[in-house]
């Protein structure tokens, strides 16, 4: 398993760093993800991909985090949807295409952006995506069409188009 891991790691970190905003951060969350998952892998459902099962560990302890710091705040409690509306992206630190892509994908509203996120730059299907994020798969369809929309628009606005 630890090699598979290892294999994630930029596929893990990419999606970190769309939750977290930025490097240090999603660092400590792929971190903390691979090691939850080196530590429960016997409860691993060998019907499901590795990825998967890691990229949904990822999400859920970034949940936690968001919860903890909450109530560190003095905020109290965080449900899942509220959550959602602290998820955000960032742009990608290789391609400069790519960085574009991924700075109209940040300013998308987060439920969408990490919905497009995981099914058009990971490869997710919709259900997998559905399973990640723990939403129903018609939910995942139309954050994606809602979000190429934006997305349609924005370069729409850019192009003068």
Not at 45 to 55: A, H
Not at 110 to 120: D, I, K, M, T, Y
Request: charge should be neutral.
């Amino acid at each position: 398993m630890q090699s598979e891991l290892v294999s994630l790691l930029p596929r893990l970190r990419r999606f970190a760093v769309s939750l977290t905003r930025n490097g240090p951060d999603a660092d400590d969350l792929v971190q903390e993800a691979c090691i939850k998952a080196m530590a429960n892998a016997q409860d691993w459902d060998r019907s499901q991909t590795l990825d998967r099962w890691v990229f949904r560990i990822l999400r859920n302890h970034w949940i936690s985090e968001l919860r903890k710091r909450q109530v560190r705040l003095g905020q109290g409690h965080v449900d899942v949807h509220e959550t959602e509306e602290l998820i955000t992206t960032t742009t990608a630190e290789h391609d400069l295409a790519a960085r574009q892509v991924m700075g109209r994908l940040a300013g998308l509203p987060p439920a969408f952006s990490s919905a497009l996120l995981l099914v058009a730059v990971e490869g997710y299907s919709y259900k997998e995506a559905a399973e990640i994020l723990g939403i129903p798969q018609g939910t995942v369809m139309s954050r994606i069409s809602r979000a190429r929309a934006l997305l349609a628009d924005q370069l729409s606005l850019v192009g003068g188009v």
